[in-house]
């Protein structure tokens, strides 16, 4: 069965700083990784998606995510935290065939320091 | 469209007591996904359907759990004698699949905090 591990449950930054999220999946077979931000009280907000044409992927709000095969990882990278970014990260990874359901990982707490 | 929503948005109930849950997709989107939340976790998927097809469910889906979706539209989760073990947020997502090729994103609605005490 497909599995997500994201390193950290919390990471804070200070405004102006690189944010890099870990994102690590096991899949034999390359699958579609994405990754969402959970505001407080809200739903899921899809930030990018992997579905193998680059394997850097950019997204809304600055963020972008590199997709290596050979370290089944998908790490999220923004270069300069703002504070508007403290939220709820999560990655997930479906099956390559299309919409289907979602495994998440456990989330990451992401904390913007003033 | 507004993108998806559920009803109620919060929902407290005593422990044996059933609860149902409305989710309304982007209109043109013809899957529909239920998933559970609980507290320092990541969404667990429970049922989706295409269509008014339930195509699959988790065996997070207890026999006390049933989803439906009568037209292909709106959908329900309706929960038989509540424990306090179904406390989470139950959040709703949809996408649209055409014969051509997949669209691979699902947009989610704001969820629906069950409190079972």
């Known amino acids: 069965a497909q599995s997500v591990t994201q390193l950290g449950s919390h990471v804070s930054v200070s405004e102006g700083a690189l944010v890099l999220l870990r994102c690590n999946y096991s899949?034999?077979?390359?699958?579609?990784l994405f990754w969402y931000v959970q505001y407080p009280n809200q739903g899921l907000q899809l930030l990018l998606k992997?579905?193998?044409?680059?394997?850097l992927v950019k997204g809304i709000n600055g963020f972008e995510a590199e997709f290596k095969k050979s370290e089944t990882s998908f790490h999220l990278t923004k270069p300069s935290a703002h504070m508007s970014d403290a939220a709820e990260y999560f990655c997930?990874?479906?099956?390559?065939?299309?919409?289907?359901?979602?495994?998440f990982g456990k989330g990451t707490r992401l904390s913007v320091i003033a | 469209d507004t993108g998806v929503s559920q009803d109620p948005r919060h929902k407290i109930t005593k422990r044996g007591q059933n609860v149902t849950f409305r989710c309304d997709p982007i209109?043109?989107?013809?899957?529909l996904y239920w998933y559970r939340q609980t507290l320092g976790q990541g969404p667990e998927f429970l049922t989706y359907?295409?269509?008014?097809?339930?195509?699959?469910k988790s065996r997070l889906l207890s026999d006390r759990f049933s989803a439906e979706r009568p037209k292909g539209s709106f959908s329900t989760l309706e929960i038989q004698r509540t424990e306090q073990g179904d406390s989470a947020m139950y959040l709703c997502?949809?996408?649209?699949?055409?014969?051509?090729?997949?669209?691979?994103?699902?947009?989610f609605g704001p969820g629906t905090r069950l409190t079972v005490l």
């Open positions: 997502a949809s996408s649209f699949i055409s014969g051509a090729g997949a669209s691979d994103e699902q947009f």
């Open positions: 899949s034999s077979v390359p699958p579609y």
């Open positions: 992997y579905t193998s044409a680059a394997t």
């Open positions: 997930a990874v479906s099956r390559p065939s299309g919409n289907t359901p979602l495994v």
């Open positions: 209109s043109e989107h013809n899957r």
């Open positions: 359907f295409q269509n008014e097809a339930q195509l699959e």
